[in-house]
């Protein structure tokens, strides 16, 4: 996944300098440009869809000295007019059998994202370094990773691609284990004003169920949104893809910032649908003690 955007040339912004969150959506978008893709041995070329987005799946040779392995590569990508740029990738081994789905508004960050003058806020004109981590979530995704090694990490969510740079400096700077982010285009479709966020999670979790179908996901989210009633759907859907669902509870002046009822606060876990875990707790260190209780760790 990638996308070619028109800018002026103007010197990198510093990793340490404060960006508004609206420059991020003055970029303007390359229709059926062609790009080409570098990837393990092999060139590849491919066209822009109507928002100047690439989503292209690359044959790569299995058994070769050519072939990519398991753990973080590099493709180049390059496109007319532009030069080329190194992109890291996640190869997956086929032998992994875990991974972690986290969603990120309210689950890894505090965005209070579902109210609009908030959202505005918070995506517009808020300074990315005010934005707030979840108490212990970077811990419990750090402990989850070395208990399975090679499991990979994808952040899934609602906001637009638009934002990705943001959410990657976001997560580096406060030691989130390194992963693609899943987000989807921002602005209107040939039938509606706004994309639907939960038809994109839903039909990326149906994605990454095809695409990995040997791995057994560990679904993180939040009690403010649609987190609940889209994970239950999926595993009541894709049951041996579900190894169990960590929600964690918003406080009672998040769950109302998040336009939601409050809901009973403390730890606590069940049996989701095909007899998946559940586990509730406000913090990464709450989801922790529970996942180990529950033996996904």
Sequence with gaps: MCRVVLARPEPRRAKDAKVRGWRNFTTIPVRDARVVIEAAGRTHETRTDRAGFV?????????????????????RISADGAGTVEAPVRIVSPSVQFGLVSDVDDTVMVTALPRPLLAAWNTFILDEHARMAVPGMAVLYERLTNAHPGAPVFYLSTGAWNVAPTLTRFMSRHLYPAGPLLLTNWGPTKDRWFRSGREHKRATLARLAEEFPDIRWLLVGDDGQHDEEIYAEFAATYPEHVAAVAIRHLSPTQSVLA?????????????????????????????????LQAGIV
């Design 55 to 75: 989503d292209h799946v690359l044959d790569a040779p299995p058994q070769s000295e050519l072939a990519f392995t398991p753990g973080w590569s590099t493709i």
């Design 259 to 291: 336009g939601s009822i409050p809901g009973p606060g403390g730890d606590s876990s069940a049996a989701g649908p095909a007899g998946r875990p559940w586990v509730y707790a406000p913090d990464g260190a709450g989801l922790w003690h529970l996942l």
